[in-house]
């Protein structure tokens, strides 16, 4: 071992100190595919009780993705700047008000600010959790473990469903139950967060070299104190001067090409993820399933299968790649909306196309971008770019998440679900092209920990 850095990249056991911060972090994750997913159900108890057509649907859907575009925007740039740990207690903290709260809104203004507040918090943990998942792990195991993690958002979506199904019959305020239980996760979350590290790698970059051995002690406490010393030296001497970073950065002439590869496909993702995650019941009651209950517990049959791609993709993805396993899937996408929109073009299809059609592409999707999309910007950026990297990209995807809920609505009424269907099987294809076209592989391979030439221009 060379230097800190390497000590904690080539470390081959992943120890329960790892696994704690594994937790932590996705556990962050979990909340929002919980609170996804008790939203689509929420919506169709609001839609009569509330009178909401489809502008007012697609505000009510549309307004925590809006808020986790700018949560994730500045929560990265703050995180590089002041550190992993600033803003890691904060935002659970917004989301567990905000959806405590939302239980007591008293009309649809409020319960869009509400929901606004909470997608803050939920946009400024993703760039948070990967970032710091990723310069904990070491790089054998880097893909796997935030494969893994990342999965509990299908589990937040699937659990969510069950709540919602279980509270579905409580009263006309079982909307209110159902978002306000969301808190509930949020202080599990808020406990097990409340005394990690720092990132090293963070201390590393700030110069902060004692205090990042600290944190190696506490991660491998098999290196005595005289090899930490040595490694403190040896990283010492290794270092640049440290320079003023800015996000402007992203979009200089060695990082454009990582920005749009990190942003574009997911994005794409998004617009397919987010329009099925939030109005798939919608759409299945108009497809084969005739009652709520019916809609919600198709719903959870689809959320569940994503365990037949999620569990391949995490056992493969440190030999595979990242960037196969994303056009993979993206053409599983593309080709199963493409064939229930096909079918459906013609009329009511038979709910056994719709669901096979809607399984492959929850199997495909979880093999492929459900999870790659949020693994490749961390990879990507050096350690003084790589949480405002990612937040970009969670806020650009986000904006696809917004176009597609809000316009969703109107698109469906104008197209109807099989047109709607072509138009998400054509954001596949879209992102097809651009791993394809972009795509670098970063599986094995060390984090990138200092900016590249040139990239100072554009500050």
């Known amino acids: 071992m060379s230097n800190l850095l390497s000590a904690i990249d080539d470390e081959q056991k992943v120890t329960r100190r790892h696994r704690r911060i594994l937790w932590a972090s996705g556990l962050g994750i979990f909340l929002d595919g919980y609170d996804l997913s008790i939203m689509a159900i929420v919506l169709i108890l609001l839609k009569p009780q509330w009178h909401l057509g489809p502008t007012l649907l697609g505000l009510l859907g549309t307004a925590a993705l809006v808020g986790a575009l700018i949560g994730g925007l500045f929560g990265g740039i703050i995180a590089d700047r002041y550190g992993r740990k600033t803003v ?18 008293w009309d649809i203004t409020s319960l869009v600010i509400l929901r606004f507040i909470l997608g803050l918090g939920v946009g400024a943990d993703y760039p948070l959790s990967s970032t710091y998942i990723a310069e904990f792990m070491p790089k054998n195991k880097r893909g796997s473990a935030m494969t893994w993690i990342f999965g509990l958002w299908m589990g937040g979506a699937l659990v969510s469903s069950l709540v919602g199904l279980a509270l579905l019959h409580t009263g006309p305020d079982a909307w209110r139950w159902m978002l306000a239980s969301g808190a509930l996760p949020a ?64 979009f200089s002439k060695p990082y454009l090409r990582r920005t749009v590869y990190a942003c574009v496909p997911w994005f794409m993702m998004d617009v397919m993820g987010y329009a099925l995650g939030i109005f798939l019941p919608f759409m299945l009651m108009h497809m084969g399933l005739k009652t709520p209950e019916q809609a919600i517990i198709g719903n959870s049959f689809f959320t569940a299968s994503f365990v037949l791609g999620w569990i391949p993709l995490a ?9 196969r396993a994303q ?33 492959i592409w929850q199997i495909a999707n979880s093999f492929g971008p459900g999870n790659t ?14 949480a405002t990297g990612h937040g970009f990209a969670t806020a650009f995807s986000r904006f696809g998440g917004v176009v597609s ?11 109807g679900n099989g047109g709607l269907l072509l138009v998400l099987a054509g954001a596949g294809l879209i992102g097809v092209l651009t791993t394809w ?3 670098s592989e970063m599986a094995g391979q060390a984090l990138p920990e200092m900016l590249e030439p040139g990239s100072q221009r554009a500050a």
């Open 315 to 323: 056992l493969m993805i440190d030999r595979i790649g990242r960037r």
């Open 187 to 250: 202080v599990l979350v808020l406990w097990l967060r409340r005394s990690l590290p720092e990132s090293p790698r963070w201390y590393i970059y700030r110069g902060r070299l004692q205090e990042a051995a600290q944190v190696l002690r506490w991660l491998v406490p098999d290196v005595d104190a005289h090899e930490r010393e040595r490694l403190v030296q040896e990283t010492a001497s290794s270092m640049q001067a440290s320079r003023n970073v800015s996000w402007t950065m992203l």
């Open 437 to 439: 076209w972009l795509g």
């Open 88 to 105: 890691y207690l904060i935002d659970i903290a917004a989301f567990f008000f905000a959806a405590l709260l939302s239980g007591f809104a």
């Open 373 to 386: 999309t949020w693994i490749i910007p961390t990879e990507l950026y050096p350690t003084e770019l790589r």
């Open 327 to 359: 056009i993979w899937g993206f053409l599983g996408d593309a080709i199963s909306l493409g064939l229930v929109g096909l079918f459906a073009l013609s009329g009511e299809p038979p709910f056994i196309i719709v669901a096979a059609g809607l399984i």
């Open 405 to 415: 809920v809000f316009f969703l609505p109107t698109l469906q009424a104008e197209l």
